[in-house]
């Protein structure tokens, strides 16, 4: 150890500076940490606006797209969709489910008639859809279609049949001619 015979002030003094340099030191690593600090916000904050530039070029673009579609655009747009949508409605309303129909003849034929031909058409009077049906066929004999006139005949749906005259000449292998309106409540 060395024997220090300054006196007391300059001792004092010799500490001062050395916690002075101390500090100071200190100082200069904070100041180039900010500094480092700095430059890599820098970098950072360009490298960013590099990536952000082209997504404000876009984002421009489709404000301008945006802005160009005007009102009246969009006006026509909902005139032409609503007048597509209210013919689909009619569409609708006008269409009649021929399968129950057919189902139902089916049931009714109970496997003796068979048909070649059908034929609907749809009109309305007063309120009401009447369906007017029109269907050609084959019976096995007169009596099966007998049979199947009075089972046509007992169906609420079906009104109104009639079988034309010349179905009912003829004894085995008949043809037939047969009308009736539907009633579509149930179809």
Known sequence: MTINL????????IGREKMWK???????????????????LFCIKDYL????KPLNISLMDKQ???SSFNSQDFQG?????????LKIKEFKEKRVLFVPVFEKIDLLAKGSIYLTNASFQKNVQEKETVVNVNIDGRAKSREDLFYFKESLGKEE????????????VEPI???FSLSFILKTDDF
């Open 64 to 66: 301008e797209k945006i």
């Open 173 to 175: 292998n008949v043809l």
């Open 22 to 40: 101390k500090v100071f030191i200190i100082l200069i690593f904070i100041l180039v940490f900010i500094l480092i600090l700095i430059s890599v």
């Open 77 to 85: 747009l909902t005139i032409k969709t609503n007048e597509n949508l």
């Open 157 to 168: 749906n079906f009104k109104d049949v009639y079988f034309s005259p010349g179905s009912w």
């Open 49 to 52: 606006s590099l990536k952000i």
């Open 6 to 13: 300054l006196p007391e002030e300059n001792k004092k003094e």
